[in-house]
């Protein structure tokens, strides 16, 4: 029996695949900006907790990072599939992944320019989700995947103490 050959993606499906990603992470950062808005509106008897005079309800904002970044990662995999993203799981890991290491990039850019670390954030999905799907695309080599992962996690490592 002849083994069938793999057949590299055409440049529209892999196109179609990082758009796909892409806008799963856009999806992901406007449910996590939108429950920051919508929260004082949805729970009242918590607004004095952590809206301020001056600042108004941005502490919702630091509250939804919180917590709300962690719960977007789980739910990265079931929109990835509901995308049509395959592998899902493997895009959604890889992007968690990438996820972790632009934020902690992020937050060592916010005391010297809190702008590009707020934007930086904001665009995180953006940037990560389309680089997870290509990265786990079935026909790259998997010397292209660990070095792209070990980058990842050296830039953590390299990052995480100086955030702290």
Do not use: K
């Not at 055409?10 to 999806?27: N, T, Y």
């Not at 009242?44 to 952590?50: D, I, K, M, T």
């Not at 968690?96 to 010297?112: D, G």
């Amino acid at each position: 029996m002849i083994a069938p050959q793999a057949v590299a993606p055409s440049a529209r499906s892999v196109a179609r695949r990082l758009v796909l990603a892409g806008a799963a992470g856009i999806v992901l950062t406007v449910a996590l900006v939108a429950w920051a808005v919508l929260m004082p509106n949805l729970i009242p008897s918590v607004e004095a907790r952590y809206c301020g005079e001056y600042t108004g309800c941005i502490g919702y904002l630091f509250l939804t990072w919180e917590y709300g970044r962690w719960v977007a990662l789980v739910a990265a995999w079931p929109l990835l599939h509901l995308l049509r993203v395959r592998p899902a799981w493997q895009a959604a890991l890889m992007a968690a992944l990438y996820l972790v290491a632009i934020w902690q990039v992020a937050l060592l850019l916010m005391p010297a320019d809190f702008v590009i670390g707020f934007y930086l954030i904001l665009l995180s999905g953006v940037i990560a989700f389309p680089a997870a799907a290509w990265t786990t695309m079935p026909h790259l080599p998997r010397a292209v995947r660990f070095v792209t992962a070990g980058v990842a996690l050296a830039l953590y490592a390299v990052t995480w103490p100086l955030a702290g």
